[in-house]
């Protein structure tokens, strides 16, 4: 397959757990014959520094004109804690993915068995944890108009859902779960939120075309409760931008590190690929960061244009790194190995095996 | 000391455990000296069902014409998932907050030694856990504008701050950072919410009056990982209404149990104490529901008029109902022991001691 793959390291520790996410599809592309080119763009603070822009246009052109979009992270605490600042570099990546509408972020949780004893969470409630997230990514009170009063005394976020918006990524959902435990929940506010409200009559009429999915309708404090108390109960969790944002964090905490979770962001035409790990900013350049994170997530993008057994191949090898304890400090404890060391011996491992794993 | 105390049992197992907290604040009247009232109050579904109005005047008017407030749970099922309702259970609770300007809501969570086991989370990770949330309660977008289109498929909740609400509930919370660890931890999305940039101006302002407190930012991502993570690592923080209604949420699950975290809602004129838990609508009636958090608000309630031994009193009868195991069935995975037993275990136990305990 020819595949022609954005690269957008952004900042942070964004371009050196990317790297390591491209040396493994480098080893893909040779082990089972396919044609894949690299090409990076300029994201986030990375991007303010050299264009003063967080999303230049050249970036837009080259995620319009790539057949995938591999990113980083963003943020830097240069840019934080101005509160006049017009731009920032988190704008860079909202814009993105507005603009490229991947109005659906999937984020697959499954706890990986050689890892167990590194969560802060009891092992017999963590064991058999196989859940996935669907997050609204488009629009919510992230994307919804903002205002500050020229006294600069009052602000104001709006959050904004229209029933097209919900029932797309609706429909994403309860097709997972039918493929999957048949279970869905969809997470919300509903005694509180007029958003949340559409949301449940939506979702409660998307449901009536999957009858095999059975819905849940759960609000956001017993959600965040259950995530540590009973992980294992979910199946697939539907919610907006920000309550998916958050309960997708509280998952990091049960695999033992957030230097784990991949993440695919998914629209009608674009598809682009991101741990859900933030920038990390003071590990940046050390070579300690976690890249497994970035690794699935190029894991994902094979498994999103149907090259299964090269999806399994990456996640056998990833699997054998933790068996091996080839990782970095957030999960041994000490400087053992590096990203790249790591990212080594991913690749290096990737073969052409036909393995049923999930990750 | 004479008090005047509305009672508001609401919905579910709400009056059941308010009636625990009562009989506790009955013995210590007895044992202290002391004179109580108290009046019961409709609020909730319980008050729609019989006026049709989750908050009838002569509620608020009882709760303005007492020196303090208890409050039990709030919301049914019957009166969910009602997309069309113009008014609903929760509303009552949300409007007397309002009424009464109780501005603040301290969330204290201290692992209970005796109970540490029965987290979901390692031991050795919650151990010595020891923190206060400040939650803002009176705006934000629990309060904020909402609309639906006429045609039903807009849905918009605005999320509207002012400096002074933020300033106000600051200053509550660097207060009681002074007196604890000096440590406050604001939890916002400041990198993507205006609400949350002035959250972080108004607060940065008001720490130069507290040059003994330290001051973190924290997204909610990184809190709600945190929380979890290391819950050690946090004093006092402060959040807005729907931040901090979600990490208190989190809190529930390091100390093993959502039936044992007690809460306080101040403003300037007038004092609401209330369970952090939910209606528990499955369990009304059945004589399982969990006191401990009821009868630790009443305890809150003696604190806030200075009754310092009253409370030291009340906390050390709870904390002997855990070593004597005479508690519910979500604490001992059995039915031995009733709301009502462990009620009148307590409160039986409450004395005139000297102990210097916390909750
Ligand atoms: C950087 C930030 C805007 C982003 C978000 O909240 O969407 C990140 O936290 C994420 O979860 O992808
Ligand atoms: C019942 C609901 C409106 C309420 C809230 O979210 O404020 C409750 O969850 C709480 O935390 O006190």
Same mark, same amino acid.
């Given at each position: ?22 040396? %493994? ?14 090409? #990076? ?21 080259? %995620?319009?004109? *790539? ?45 990986? &068995?050689? /890892? ?32 500050? *009063? ?8 709006? %959050? ?32 509180? /939120? ?13 449901? #009536?075309?999957? &009858? ?13 409760? /259950? ?23 509280? %998952? ?9 979770? &991949? ?17 990390? &900013? ?17 894991? /994902? ?59």
């Amino acid at each position: 397959m020819k595949l022609n793959i954005a690269v957008l390291g952004g900042d942070g520790i964004g371009p050196e757990v990317l790297a390591q996410a491209v040396k %493994c599809l480098l080893a893909v592309e040779e082990n089972f014959g396919h044609q894949f080119t690299f090409t #990076e763009g300029l994201i986030g603070a990375a991007a303010m520094d050299q264009t003063g822009n967080p999303l230049p246009d050249a970036t837009i052109e080259l %995620c319009k004109s *790539s057949d995938a979009i591999l990113f980083g992270a963003i943020g830097t605490p240069k840019y934080d804690n101005d509160p006049n600042a017009k731009i920032r570099p988190e704008d860079g990546l909202l814009y993105l993915r507005k603009e490229l509408d991947l109005f659906t972020n999937i984020r697959p949780v499954k706890v990986f &068995p050689a /890892l167990i004893n590194n969560s802060p969470i009891k092992r017999s409630v963590i064991t058999g944890t196989d859940l996935v997230i669907y997050r609204e990514l488009t629009s919510g009170i992230y994307f919804g108009e903002k205002s500050l *009063s020229a006294d600069g005394t009052v602000a104001t976020d709006l %959050c904004r859902y229209t029933e097209e918006e919900i029932s797309r990524v609706a429909h994403m959902a309860f097709k997972a779960a039918k493929k999957r435990k048949g279970k869905l929940t969809l997470v919300d506010k509903a005694h509180v /939120l007029e958003t949340s409200r559409l949301w449940r009559r939506v979702v409660a009429e998307v449901a #009536e075309s999957y &009858p095999e999915v059975e819905l849940t309708n759960m609000y956001i404090d017993n959600a965040a409760i /259950l995530m540590t108390l009973k992980p294992t109960s979910f199946d697939v969790i539907l919610a907006d931008n920000m309550f998916g944002d958050i309960l997708s964090a509280q %998952c990091n905490v049960l695999i033992g590190s957030s230097g784990l979770l &991949p993440s695919a962001s998914v629209g009608t035409n674009y598809a682009m690929f991101e741990p859900i790990h933030g920038s990390y &900013p003071q590990a940046k350049g050390k070579d300690i960061a976690n890249p497994i994170a970035a690794i699935l997530s190029a894991a /994902l993008l094979l498994n999103h244009f149907g090259l299964k057994e090269e999806f399994n191949a990456v996640v056998a090898a990833v699997h054998k790194s933790f068996r091996k304890k080839i990782v970095t400090m957030d999960i041994m404890g000490s400087t053992k190995y590096g990203t790249s060391s790591v990212g080594d011996f991913i690749s290096k491992n990737i073969v052409d095996v036909d393995d049923n794993l999930n990750i």
